[in-house]
């Protein structure tokens, strides 16, 4: 497995955007109105390949892809992208990254016994010493273009597939 591209100036990276997201996160007249935080357009393939040199593929699986799946079988493997009725937004997959205790994938909590799972934190790793700003752009631009909206079809009372 590649190591995860860090200069220098990498740990100094994060207090700036985090800085620079709370203060447009602020910019708007009631904070009601905010609803997603919008990062620059990133590199999908550039993604595609910091979302393996991190090595997510050993939890994840991304949806219509050709990555070649390496390492143990993790169970549940959880799904990232395919046909959702609501796609993830970029303030969501921001956050599933920066702050992957924020929310956890159902996927996940159903493997665990019904005890666990009001104490469960995530297994994923904490990247924010690592992860530069572009892999993180890079990253959700490759993810968010995975995701497919799909509305369910209306028939009478009830939605059909």
Known sequence: MNKPRVDAAGSRRWPMLLTAMALLVGCGDRA??????????????????????????????????????????????????????KVKSYGDLLTSIVNPNHTLANQYLKSLPQEDRKKASSPMPDFNEQLTVADLIDMIEFLHSRYEETVPEYVGRRYVR
């Open 32 to 85: 009601e109105e905010v609803r997603g935080f919008v990062l620059p357009e990133g590199d999908i393939d550039a993604g595609k390949s910091s979302f393996a040199d991190y090595g997510c593929l050993s939890c994840h699986v991304v949806a219509d892809t050709d990555i070649e799946y390496l390492g143990e079988d993790v169970v549940p493997r959880i799904q990232l992208g395919g046909e959702v009725r």
